[in-house]
T-cell receptor, first 114, second 112 residues
Framework: DTAVSQTPKYLVTQMGNDKSIKCEQNLGHDTMYWYKQDSKKFLKIMFSYNNKELIINETVPNRFSPKSPDKAHLNLHINSLELGDSAVYFC?????????????FGPGTRLTVT | RKEVEQDPGPFNVPEGATVAFNCTYSNSASQSFFWYRQDCRKEPKLLMSVYSSGNEDGRFTAQLNRASQYISLLIRDSKLSDSATYLCVVNSDGGATNKLIFGTGTLLAVQP
């Protein structure tokens, strides 16, 4: 009974393509996130949505567009993929309101751009 | 200067050893502090929150020094299963949003 799930788990694609990663959480949380973990293992926040509203938008190329159809889903669409986009993308969720919240992470999507 | 800095390691220790990890953060407005654990090719998972007075969870003890902007994690009686990357994590904006800043992690390898 997975709490935060992502699809696909692996994604291999060529430069210039457009791809989407989907994320769903069944924890009833109202906040979801996208993180990127690069080859040096550095984990960095990209976006955060609270009840379908964008609340964190880091300095990310506008080729990356998050979409939240409802508070249980947060998808990430990437246009015109580049070699530097190769990374592991993690979705996470948490409940706002508790300062000591825990963020629950999905298993990650390993994106390889060739 | 990175917002959260950690010694990347690796720390190679024998089973049963005590090992300590340190972390410094740059934003004095930070209010929430955590240690996450990430196993190889897996997602990060919360190990423990860090409270101002220090806190302990079994073999794990976390300390916070706000004046020095310094966080530590002590692991006693290391087990093979403790081998992982330990991520120091700080809420970066005083709690206004849920934005967490992750350190680059410290790799721990516990040897039999």
């Amino acid at each position: 009974d997975t709490a935060v799930s992502q699809t696909p788990k692996y994604l291999v694609t060529q430069m210039g393509n457009d791809k989407s990663i989907k994320c769903e959480q069944n924890l009833g949380h109202d906040t979801m996130y996208w993180y990127k973990q690069d080859s040096k293992k550095f984990l960095k926040i990209m976006f955060s949505y609270n009840n379908k509203e964008l609340i964190i938008n880091e300095t990310v190329p506008n080729r990356f567009s998050p979409k939240s159809p409802d508070k249980a889903h947060l998808n990430l669409h990437i246009n015109s993929l580049e070699l530097g986009d190769s990374a592991v993308y993690f979705c996470a969720s948490s409940q706002v309101g508790d300062w000591n919240y825990e963020q629950y992470f999905g298993p990650g999507t390993r994106l390889t751009v060739t | 200067r990175k917002e959260v800095e950690q010694d990347p390691g690796p720390f190679n220790v024998p089973e049963g050893a005590t090992v300590a990890f340190n972390c410094t953060y740059s934003n004095s407005a930070s209010q929430s502090f955590f240690w996450y654990r990430q196993d190889c090719r897996k997602e990060p998972k919360l190990l423990m929150s860090v409270y101002s007075s220090g806190n302990e969870d079994g073999r794990f003890t976390a300390q916070l020094n706000r004046a020095s902007q310094y966080i530590s994690l002590l692991i006693r009686d290391s087990k093979l299963s403790d081998s992982a990357t330990y991520l120091c994590v700080v809420n970066s904006d005083g709690g206004a949003t849920n934005k967490l800043i992750f350190g680059t992690g410290t790799l721990l390898a516990v040897q039999p």
